[in-house]
T-cell receptor, first 109, second 114 residues
Framework: QKEVEQNSGPLSVPEGAIASLNCTYS??????FFWYRQYSGKSPELIMS????GDKEDGRFTAQLNKASQYVSLLIRDSQPSDSATYLC?????????FGAGTTVTVRA | DAEITQSPRHKITETGRQVTLACHQT?????MFWYRQDLGHGLRLIHY???????NKGEVSDGYSVSRSNTEDLPLTLESAASSQTSVYFC?????????????FGPGTRLLVL
């Protein structure tokens, strides 16, 4: 079992819709969770971090964390073409950050 | 502004050659990391360092080495390059922002081993 698993995608959504990205993790002791956005040919860029159960909103992005279910998600509201990218879920364990393989999102105009 | 730089940005080398990828950060972060990214595998940790003279192996460290002689730099060396090491390499450093430790990534180095 991989440490961090994401829905494989690709995910295609119309402009203005909500994109929903899911991530599960295996280390029950994990305390820190991150979503990175990576444009093609570029480096990962942090867009959200979440540390406690519940929702955290930042602009059009909402991260949701459920530690009991070992599940973290990212919602992108009012999706824009500029949101087209690969989204990486990352989970902080004892000493390292473990990444999922990423979900590619395409927002179609 | 603080940043992380990597050099070279692109490199072509031959099997068996030694290659060193440079990483330099001006964040004054103690923690630095090297990852490789391959299609279907996501980001995998090669080596990491928690401070000067500290180095640790990650999940895919075979064939790679690092050294940390100062806070700013963590060069990655491929001792004898292999075609399986063709990849995109990212350096990262981390510091505390708000409630937790956050990693910031360099622009990456694309390495092709022929």
């Amino acid at each position: 079992q991989k440490e961090v698993e994401q829905n494989s995608g690709p995910l295609s959504v119309p402009e203005g819709a909500i994109a929903s990205l899911n991530c599960t993790y295996s280390d029950r002791g994990s305390q820190s969770f991150f979503w990175y956005r990576q444009y093609s040919g570029k480096s990962p860029e942090l867009i959200m971090s979440i540390y406690s159960n519940g929702d955290k909103e930042d602009g059009r992005f909402t991260a949701q964390l459920n530690k009991a279910s070992q599940y973290v998600s990212l919602l992108i509201r009012d999706s824009q073409p500029s949101d087209s990218a690969t989204y990486l879920c990352a989970v902080k364990g004892d000493y390292k950050l473990s990444f999922g393989a990423g979900t590619t999102v395409t927002v179609r105009a | 502004d603080a940043e992380i730089t990597q050099s070279p940005r692109h490199k072509i080398t031959e099997t068996g050659r030694q290659v060193t990828l440079a990483c330099h950060q001006t964040w004054n972060h103690n923690n630095m990391f090297w990852y490789r990214q391959d299609l279907g595998h996501g980001l995998r940790l090669i080596h990491y360092s928690y401070g000067v003279h500290d180095t640790n192996k990650g999940e895919v460290s075979d064939g790679y080495s690092v050294s940390r002689s100062n806070t700013e730099d963590l060069p990655l060396t491929l001792e004898s390059a292999a075609s399986s090491q063709t990849s995109v390499y990212f350096c990262a450093s981390s510091g505390f922002v708000g409630n937790g430790e956050t990693q910031y990534f360099g622009p990456g180095t694309r390495l092709l081993v022929l």
